[in-house]
Structures are given as structure tokens and as C-alpha cells.
Nanobody, 121 residues
């Protein structure tokens, strides 16, 4: 079994910053891509940022220049540094990882439980 546990959400004023963390644990052989998604009330879950094992990254246009995704492969952890936050960034943020479990030839997609980010004055 593989678990993803997120932390770091909360309430922040517009223009503020937050750092999200997501740690993967369990029977892990390797992790390919790790990503952050978000889902606002009444909307679909959208990709925010993704980072592959080699370190290449990609971002949604709405967060480019404000958010930075990074990972610590030794800790199986992915981070999302969010700066210059706007009210429209308010959402539940979900961590996703493409994991090859020990003993498996295949990778599987795992999700965290989500963490609420609210940007409001």
C-alpha cells in the first residue's frame, strides 16, 4: 500500500504565501511524476504543476511565475511554494504521484486526501 499525506494548507491574505508538502510512504520502489491538482467548489479538478523524476516541471498558465513545484526524491516528498496568492487560487489542493510499488512492473496513480487553501482578506 502507498499513502500520500499533504500538509501546509490554510487561510492566507491576498498577496501572501503558503508552502504545501506531500509525503509518499509505504511499499514504494520508485516514483515517476509527482503533481499538484486543485479543485474549487463546483469546478473540475485541474492540474496546477507537475515534476518528473529527472526534475523537469510544467505549470498551468494561471500559476506560472507565482508557484514553484519541487521534490526531494530521498524523502519521496513533493512541495508547492505558492507566492502572490489570489482569491481565485482558493481550492482544495490534491497531491498525485505515479508510483511503482515494490514487486510491481507497473506504475499506479495515487492521490492524497486534499488540503484546503483559502485566499481571503
Amino acid at each position: 500500500q502507498v499513502q500520500l499525506v499533504e500538509s501546509g494548507g490554510g487561510l492566507v491574505q491576498p498577496g501572501g504565501s503558503l508552502r504545501l508538502s506531500c509525503a509518499a510512504s509505504g511499499s514504494i520502489f520508485s516514483i515517476n511524476a509527482m503533481a499538484w491538482y486543485r479543485q474549487a467548489p463546483g469546478k473540475e479538478r485541474d492540474l496546477v504543476a507537475v515534476i518528473i523524476s529527472g526534475g523537469s516541471t510544467n505549470y498551468a498558465d494561471s500559476v506560472k511565475g507565482r508557484f514553484t513545484i519541487s521534490r526531494d526524491n530521498a524523502k519521496n516528498t513533493v512541495y508547492l511554494q505558492m507566492n502572490s496568492l489570489k482569491p481565485e487560487d482558493t481550492a482544495v489542493y490534491y497531491c498525485n504521484a505515479d508510483v511503482v510499488p515494490r514487486g510491481s512492473y507497473y506504475s499506479f496513480s495515487y492521490w492524497g486526501q486534499g488540503t484546503q487553501v483559502t485566499v481571503s482578506s
